[in-house]
């Protein structure tokens, strides 16, 4: 059904009656598309009638069962779209007078489904989305750019919005009255860029608010008054805020500020709430996340101990024993879902085994996987067309090979090829559905398997003048799937993995070897790779043109050792880096630019970072160090989350497994599971249902 010709500016997802998962992507060609995430391909004609870019979207299910899209744009409007039919519903909702830049949506105490809109011009507006018709006038008050909303139900029932603006203001927003709740809530003495709501044990309903000016705030949403003086602690610049509920029941704030540090507030005392911990003893190898059925969000850590760990993130705490079986260091892990649901890790050893593990038991699945004759350096996990799950091995033994992770069996003979250790490894999807693996190896070249037959597709990929090292892949706006390699050489290469051959000239700007490589896509379609190397910078290409977007991102003092991208609710994605001067830093790949101070803590190399998605719908950052200590970060609101984490030893790698409640794998000499539902941060919503991916 084609592309988009401009710029994706907004994408949400949605769950048709006929159970398709799709995806609504909003573009600056003025049009909406949708898109089914299971067979990848377009969904109907595109969603035509905006006359201006389209840069919000947000989807609901209205009370006669139809899924709908809501879309806000340049021009002025918002439209409603039925994402089944793929016909608008009723005319454009008019009244904006200025682009409307953030959407959310929300269902009041009546049953109505309503939309929330927010605006350069000012104003936040409401919408009934079963008839169309705006609910009440314009709420007006703020005197600059509506930015942020988000929405909460007050003990008497009544559902609310709360609005921040650049005009240092808070407000609040009776949904059913369409009314404002109470006078501004003033206090803040420069714009108010962090909002987070809170219940706190007596019931009382409260926003914690954070500004530029240094203070922050609470306020009894109820009584619309102040509660309390302002918390302050020789704070300069207050960039961040969140609240969470701590699995004893207290509800904290946790601030940032522009001295690097980071403070828990007790809401209910108003004292800080005591301090970071610290326990790991030696390197965490390799990390990955995922979420057991019954909600928990786990990290599952490998490392020099030779021994294998679960963590619950709710409490910083150990699931069950030591995952105890390899008898050296644990290089790599990953996660994975089979067949039947359970949620598992593997996990590839200098011990030449590999091995399978149910994160929920807490016990080895099987026998080891045996036939690498020496240590296995990268595992990657894939499903395969007939519904197989996989994981694929590389080794210093020069091999790689393929495991039906059901039944713990080999599956063909081992792939061979590659005349020295295999250190790298990706899987993808090709446009014509076979499933393949990128490998990367210190013989300096790069080769593609068909996992499904077996065999090398086309010629080793041959350019690299060094070991490669790193390897991501990614699909193009035009639809090419590419991967993406790093090398010693200090370049990095792109290659269409369809016509197995490469894409463009290598680009080059760093100055020492590439560690590291991850990819993403950004709000406005673009495909990206983020780079880090040894040379302390960090890079960001725009993998279509092939060009360098902004300056190299520098504030690391030393070598940049691990990448992980992600996208954060209210639509920015984001690169989180971690180096040898053990600090973690986020970057705005749009905008090429630091996002807030650097998250310190850490007092070794920051070897391994992993993004995960709570069940809260906090995004955050899971790093290990050489400190041996495993921290977790919010990094919307640029704090840190709970305790630090004690695992084995010190760290070097981490994945994520993004199913239902989420979870976390450390490496180091043993494996480790952990937990990231560490506390029920409820943080503000800002724009609505916007996903990056």
């Known amino acids: 059904m084609g592309r988009h010709t401009g710029r994706i500016a907004a994408v ?85 007078t200025d ?12 049953g109505r489904v309503v939309a929330v809109t927010g605006s350069y011009d000012h104003t936040v507006r409401l919408w009934d989305l079963t008839t169309g018709d705006p609910i009440g006038d314009p709420l007006t008050g703020h005197t600059d750019a509506v930015v942020a909303v988000a929405t909460a139900v007050l003990p008497e029932g009544r559902v609310v919005a709360v609005s921040g603006s650049a005009d240092a203001m808070v407000r609040m927003w009776d949904l059913s009255a369409v009314a404002p709740v109470g006078d501004p809530i003033a206090g803040h003495a420069s714009t108010v860029n962090a909002v987070a709501t809170a219940v706190l044990p007596d019931g009382r309903v409260v926003a914690v608010t954070g500004s530029f000016h240094g203070s922050v705030r609470m306020w009894d949403l109820s009584a619309v008054t102040p509660i309390g003086e302002p918390f302050t602690d020789d704070i300069i610049w207050v960039n961040a805020v969140a609240t969470a509920v701590l699995p004893d029941g207290r509800v904290v704030a946790v601030t940032s500020n522009w001295h690097d540090t980071v403070r828990m507030w007790d809401l209910v005392t108003a004292t800080p709430v005591g301090d970071l911990l610290t326990g790991h003893t030696s390197t965490v190898e390799t ?9 928990r969000v786990v990290a599952v850590t490998g490392g020099l101990d030779a021994t294998v760990r679960v963590c619950d993130l709710a409490n910083a705490s150990p699931v069950g024993d030591l995952l105890t079986g390899h008898t050296s260091t644990v290089e790599t892990v990953a996660t994975a879902v089979l067949p039947d649901g ?9 011990d030449h085994t590999v091995r399978l593990w149910d994160l929920t038991t807490g016990v080895p699945i099987g026998e080891p996987f045996t036939g690498h004759v020496d240590k296995i350096r990268a ?36 792939f061979t090829g590659h005349t020295d250790a295999v250190v790298a490894v990706a899987t993808a999807v090709l446009p014509d559905g076979r499933v393949v693996v990128v490998t990367g190896s ?49 370049t990095v290469r792109v290659w269409d993995l369809t016509s197995a051959s490469p894409v463009g000239e290598p680009f080059t700007g760093h100055t020492a070897m590439v560690e590291a490589i991850a990819t993403a896509v950004l709000p406005d379609g673009r495909v990206v790779a983020v780079t880090a190397s040894t040379d302390a910078t960090v890079r960001v290409w725009d993998l279509s043109t092939a060009t360098l977007i902004g300056d190299p991102l520098i504030g690391h003092a030393y070598i940049v050792s691990a990448v992980a991208t992600g996208g954060l609710p209210d639509g920015r994605v984001v690169a989180v880096t971690g180096g040898a001067d053990a600090t973690v830093r986020v970057w705005d790949l749009a905008s090429a630019s630091p996002v807030g101070e650097p998250f310190t803590g850490h007092t070794g190399m920051v070897g ?58 450390f490496a180091g000499p043993g494996l480790a599971r952990l937990t990231l539902s560490l506390a029920e941060t409820r943080p503000a919503v800002a724009g609505g249902e916007v996903v990056a991916s």
Do not use: K, M, N
Request: glycine share 10%.
């Open 608 to 665: 391994a970072i992993a993004i995960a998605v709570l069940p809260d719908g906090r995004v955050v950052a899971v790093t290990a160090s050489t400190d041996a200590t495993v921290r977790v970060w919010d990094i919307a609101v640029g704090t840190s989350v709970g305790h630090a984490l004690c695992v084995v030893d010190p760290a070097c790698a981490l994945a994520w497994e993004p199913s239902e409640g989420g979870a976390l794998i």
């Open 442 to 490: 210190d013989d300096h070249t790069v080769r593609v398997w068909d996992l499904g037959s077996g065999v090398p597709i086309g010629e080793p990929f041959t350019g690299h003048a060094h070991q490669v090292v790193a390897v991501a892949t990614a699909i193009l706006p035009d639809g090419r799937v590419v991967a993406v390699t790093g090398s010693w050489d200090a």
């Open 99 to 110: 682009a409307v830049v953030a959407v959310a949506t929300a269902v009041l105490p009546d």
């Open 287 to 295: 990390v990955a996340t995922a979420v057991l059925p019954d909600g």
């Open 379 to 414: 595992v990657a996990t894939a499903v395969l067309p007939d519904g197989r799950v996989v994981v694929v091995t590389g080794s210093d033994d020069h091999t790689v090979r393929l495991w039906d992770l059901t039944t713990g069996v080999p599956i063909g003979e081992p």
């Open 12 to 96: 949400a997802t949605a769950v048709l009656p006929d159970g398709r998962v799709v995806a609504v992507t909003a573009g600056h060609d003025r049009v909406v598309r949708v898109w089914d995430l299971t067979v990848g391909a377009a969904v109907g004609d595109p969603l035509a009638g905006h006359t201006d870019a389209v840069v919000a979207v947000a989807t609901a299910v209205l009370p006669d069962g139809r899924v709908v899209a809501v879309t806000g744009s340049y021009d002025h409007t918002v439209r409603l779209w039925d994402l089944t039919t793929g016909d608008p519903i009723g005319d454009p909702l008019t009244g904006h």
């Open 342 to 350: 359970r949620v598992v890790a593997v996990t590839g050893s200098d």
